[in-house]
Structures are given as structure tokens and as C-alpha cells.
């Protein structure tokens, strides 16, 4: 029995013993669902081409509700699963880079350039190809570079002025300079030294011919001294010898020969006055 809406065919009433029309209507039945089955995978597959992966997840899920067995649907949305696993992880991996980036910048701001190393090797662990990490990273290794030949250059130039120094401390004052003033290349460090030696030994220098003029102050006045007690003692020798107290001139005759034993005119005294005893 056909039924029919506004003379158009809308349904089949089959009766149950006619088995070969349930069969064809069973045929049917399956042609059409496969027939919607392709259209929405189909639809689906437009859906993803077009970036749209939840539309297309829905299209392929209601074409496994119509049929659960169906291969192409099923990888469909095997295939859109991994595409939104990959998309997670894509947005994951771009949100960790963005952070990485950010501590890097920083650190390049403050100078830190072990931090730039240390997030720019973040970054690059993700994306190898990223420039601006790249970029950070040499220009941070250059500085690490610099950083270590300078803590080297330093660290040469207080060893040589420890040596100086040691050397200026013995005496060798001249070697301790000369040993500076070879130095290659200049530092500051070994400069400044130099400098504060250049100005001890010149103190030194000041105080040694200071000392030596007083030295022949000294010497002067002690000479003069020497030369005002003989010329007292060679006086009083000659009072007493004149009044005949030869054991006075004798004494002051023995004062001055203490004090310059070759000193012609007292042992001239010490002749006469030996005499005039005899």
C-alpha cells in the first residue's frame, strides 16, 4: 500500500508476508543511510578543511550514530583528535615560549647574562629555529665571553702587582717599577700601581738623601766638636805645660790624642812635655 502526500509518494505499508518487498525496503533503507553517512563525512571533511574541527567532530559523530561501524567516520574523528592534540600542544608549547621569551628579555634588561643562556635555551629547546632567542643568546655568550677574558685580564694584572709589590717591599724598588712598566697589555690595576710605586720610591728616595744630609750634619758637627775639644785640650796641654804641671798637660795632651791620634801638634806636647820631665 502506497501512501501518498500531495500526489507524491510520502510512505510504503508492506505487509508482513511479503518478505521481497521488506528486503527491498531493507536495501533501501541501508542505501539511504549510507548515502547520509557519506554526505556528513563529506560535510565533515569540508569542516576541517576549512579549521573547524568541533564542527567536524559533530558531523562525523552523528554519522557513526547512523552508523557505528563506519570506517571512514571513525578515522575522521581518530584524525580530528590528533589534530586537537596537536593543536593543544602547539598552543601549549607557543604559551611556554612566550613566557621563556619574556624571562629572557628581562634578564637582557638587567645584564643577567647567564639568565639570557639559561631561557633562551628554553626557548630554543622548543623552537630551534627561533630567532629573537638566537639572536639573545649569541649576543649574551659574547658578554659572557668579554666577562671571563676581563676576570682573567684582572686576575693577571694583581698577580704581577703582588710580585711588585713583594719585590718593592725587598728593595729592588727599580725592578719592582721596570716589571710594571713592561706589562702588556695595560690594565688599570697594574697602572695604579705603578703609579703609587713611581710615588713611594720617590718618598724613599726624599727620605734617603734627607737622611744622608742629616747624617752629614751630624758628621759636620761632630767633626767640628772633635776639632773644639782639641783645640781646648792642646790649649790647656800648653797653660800647663808653661806652669810646669806636666801631669795636667800630659792628661790634656792623652785627651787629645783620643780623639785624633796622629794630631801632629799634640804629639809635639807629648815630646816636649817628656822632656821638660827629664
Known amino acids: 500500500?502506497?501512501?501518498?502526500?500531495?500526489?507524491?509518494?510520502?510512505?510504503?505499508?508492506?505487509?508482513?508476508?511479503?518478505?521481497?518487498?521488506?528486503?527491498?525496503?531493507e536495501q533501501a533503507r541501508t542505501a539511504l543511510d549510507r548515502q547520509q553517512v557519506e554526505q556528513l563525512v563529506a560535510e565533515a571533511r569540508s569542516c576541517l578543511a576549512e579549521g573547524e574541527p568541533g564542527a567536524a567532530a559533530e558531523l562525523a559523530r552523528r554519522a557513526l550514530g547512523i552508523d557505528p561501524e563506519n570506517p571512514e567516520a571513525a578515522a575522521l574523528l581518530d584524525e580530528i583528535a590528533e589534530i586537537e592534540r596537536v593543536g593543544r600542544e602547539r598552543a601549549a608549547r607557543e604559551r611556554a615560549i612566550g613566557l621563556a621569551i619574556d624571562r629572557c628579555r628581562d634578564?637582557?634588561?638587567?645584564g643577567d647574562a647567564e639568565g639570557v643562556v639559561n631561557a633562551a635555551e628554553e626557548v630554543l629547546a622548543l623552537d630551534s629555529t627561533h630567532a629573537e632567542a638566537r639572536e639573545l643568546m649569541a649576543e649574551a655568550r659574547?658578554?659572557?665571553?668579554?666577562?671571563?677574558?676581563?676576570?682573567?685580564?684582572?686576575?693577571?694584572?694583581?698577580?704581577?702587582?703582588?710580585?711588585?709589590?713583594?719585590?718593592?717591599?725587598?728593595g729592588r724598588h727599580d725592578e719592582?717599577?721596570?716589571?710594571?712598566?713592561?706589562?702588556?697589555p695595560s690594565h688599570p690595576i697594574v697602572q695604579r700601581a705603578l703609579d703609587e710605586l713611581r710615588g713611594e720610591r720617590a718618598d724613599f728616595e726624599r727620605l734617603k738623601r734627607e737622611a744622608e744630609r742629616q747624617r752629614q750634619r751630624e758628621a759636620e758637627e761632630a767633626a767640628a766638636e772633635r776639632q773644639l775639644q782639641i783645640a781646648v785640650g792642646l790649649s790647656r796641654a800648653a797653660?800647663?805645660?808653661t806652669e810646669m804641671r806636666f801631669a795636667d798637660a800630659s792628661a790634656a795632651v792623652d785627651g787629645v790624642l783620643a780623639l785624633e791620634a796622629t794630631h801632629p801638634r799634640a804629639l809635639g806636647l807629648h815630646e816636649e812635655i817628656a822632656a821638660a820631665v827629664e
Not at 659574547?142 to 718593592?168: G, K, P, S, T
Open 176 to 184: 719592582s717599577i721596570a716589571r710594571l712598566e713592561r706589562y702588556t
Open 239 to 241: 797653660i800647663a805645660l
Open 107 to 110: 634578564a637582557a634588561l638587567a
Open 142 to 170: 659574547q658578554l659572557i665571553d668579554a666577562r671571563e677574558r676581563e676576570r682573567e685580564a684582572e686576575r693577571r694584572a694583581r698577580e704581577v702587582v703582588d710580585r711588585a709589590r713583594r719585590e718593592f717591599h725587598d
Open 1 to 25: 500500500v502506497i501512501i501518498t502526500r500531495n500526489g507524491r509518494p510520502a510512505a510504503v505499508l508492506i505487509s508482513p508476508e511479503d518478505a521481497e518487498a521488506a528486503a527491498l525496503m
